[in-house]
């Protein structure tokens, strides 16, 4: 079946720090990845995505690209902020058929960013 | 406002007492989902819906029922909790099979 593996946390940075977060997954053909964030008592929210390999995905800053050679999908951020502070999880989508709309999460990685 | 809605937030209930969990969303979205987050597990899907009537299992369907006869709501049912089944539950939903919408979250306890 699917799987999702993320780095262990907790990650602490200061302020302005270079971020990275290690994503790889094993999956059968060509799965779909995202990155969503959770903020502190609140739900998941989709950060960004890539459909196919060598796509880069981008939002608010952050960037992930679809590395299929290395079956990774690692977040990084150039700059990051306090207001960063969150859960990061990975996670993957069927490539389709009638598995389509199930989802696998990595275990999450805990950022604290420090002023 | 657009949002995913699941009543209750909290529950406290006893090991074999049946209970549900309501979801609904106001967006006209085809796909619906229920996850639960367990801590160092992450998320884990349990069921998801890509339209009514449709439903299929995710990784952790055990011990879980899910109906979709209507487009709006997704109710999460246990038919007999166990404590194992105390987590974190989030519903979700979405225009296609990619969850872009959250509920805020049940965290249920069964002793």
């Known amino acids: 079946g699917n799987s999702v593996t993320q780095m262990e946390g907790p990650v602490t940075l200061s302020e302005e720090a270079f971020l990275t977060i290690n994503c790889t997954y094993t999956?059968?053909?060509?799965?779909?990845l995202f990155w969503y964030v959770q903020y502190p008592g609140e739900g998941l929210q989709l950060l960004l995505k890539a459909t196919k390999a060598d796509d880069k995905g981008s939002n608010k800053g952050f960037e992930a690209t679809y590395r299929k050679e290395t079956t990774s999908f690692h977040l990084e951020k150039g700059s990051v902020q306090v207001s960063d502070s969150a859960v990061y999880f990975c996670a993957l989508r069927s490539a389709g058929g009638t598995s389509y709309g199930k989802l696998t999460f990595g275990q999450g990685t805990i950022l604290t960013v420090h002023p | 406002e657009a949002q995913v809605t699941q009543n209750p937030r909290y529950l406290i209930t006893v090991t074999g007492k049946k209970l549900t969990v309501t979801c609904s969303q106001n967006m006209n979205h085809e796909y619906m989902s229920w996850y639960r987050q367990d801590p160092g597990l992450g998320l884990r899907q349990i069921y998801y819906s890509m339209n009514v009537e449709v439903t299929d299992k995710g990784d952790v369907p055990e011990g879980y029922k899910v109906s979709r006869k209507e487009k709006r709501n997704f109710p999460l049912i246990l038919e007999s909790p166990s404590p194992n089944q105390t987590s974190l539950y989030f519903c979700?939903?979405?225009?296609?099979?990619?969850?872009?919408?959250f509920g805020p979250g049940t965290r249920l306890t069964v002793l």
């Open positions: 999956a059968t053909g060509y799965p779909s």
């Open positions: 979700a939903s979405s225009i296609s099979g990619t969850p872009s919408h």
